[in-house]
């Protein structure tokens, strides 16, 4: 089965300063999605930043970059420059690319505070 | 371009009753599923409707239903309340066929309180 683990309930950020969140999966799939959503109190869910497991170039978006790592099954999150706009929980999430109706499997999330 | 839009936002209900939650997809979406986040929790799948069917069951019981409408529109029934259903249910919609990225568009939620 599918497994997602955030193994940091919370973290703390000065703003302007760079911050990583840590994630581990568990699959016996190798074409699959990654993802980093991001929760606001607002409570949507938000889509900050997607990886291609086949694609071996970590994704970036902005300030938002991811580190892959296939063969350690990790995908971690770096935000830098990191804003007050920023603070939210974040979820790491998975999902089968074999077929469109693949569900998500979130990990319990990284609550991230940031400090002016 | 509306996104996902759920009804109600906020609802309280007493044990053992029953409770339909809706929602809209976002225009040219044509898959819905239906998520249930407990407080400090990650959200868990609960089932997914594709074609008017349900597709994906994720592990809760048959209390808990649902249905897709012609226009793909959906709802989530949850009968005899527990306490333990009290939770934020999220709908999340996604583009069909080969235009999939993968990622799912999620509303807002309607956060359920059983007392």
């Known amino acids: 089965a599918q497994t997602v683990t955030q193994s940091q309930p919370e973290m703390s950020v000065q703003e302007a300063e760079t911050v990583t969140l840590s994630c581990t999966y568990d699959?016996?799939?190798?074409?699959?999605?990654l993802f980093w959503y991001k929760q606001p109190p607002s409570r949507q869910m938000i889509l900050v930043i997607r990886?291609?497991?086949?694609?071996?170039q970590n994704a970036t978006e902005n300030r938002f970059s991811v580190n892959f790592q296939k063969a350690a099954k990790s995908f971690s999150l770096k935000i830098s420059d990191s804003q007050l706009g920023d603070a939210a929980m974040y979820f790491c999430?998975?999902?089968?690319?074999?077929?469109?109706?693949?569900?998500?499997?979130f990990g319990r999330g990284t609550q991230l505070t940031v400090w002016p | 371009d509306a996104g996902v839009t759920q009804s109600p936002t906020h609802l309280i209900k007493t044990r053992g009753q029953q409770v339909t939650l809706r929602c809209s997809p976002k225009?040219?979406?044509?898959?819905v599923s239906w998520y249930q986040q407990a407080l400090g929790q990650g959200p868990q799948f609960i089932f997914q409707?594709?074609?008017?069917?349900?597709?994906q069951r994720g592990n809760f019981p048959d209390r808990f239903s649902g249905h897709q409408f012609p226009n793909y529109s959906s709802e989530l029934n949850v009968n005899a309340l527990l306490l333990g259903d009290s939770a934020l249910y999220l709908c999340?919609?996604?583009?069909?066929?080969?235009?999939?990225?993968?990622?799912?568009?999620f509303g807002e939620g309607s956060r359920l309180t059983v007392l």
């Open positions: 990886q291609e497991a086949y694609k071996q």
């Open positions: 225009s040219g979406h044509d898959t």
């Open positions: 409707y594709y074609e008017e069917e349900e597709r």
């Open positions: 999340a919609s996604s583009i069909p066929g080969p235009m999939n990225t993968g990622e799912l568009f």
């Open positions: 999430a998975y999902r089968a690319r074999g077929s469109t109706l693949g569900r998500l499997y």
């Open positions: 699959t016996s799939e190798s074409d699959y999605y």
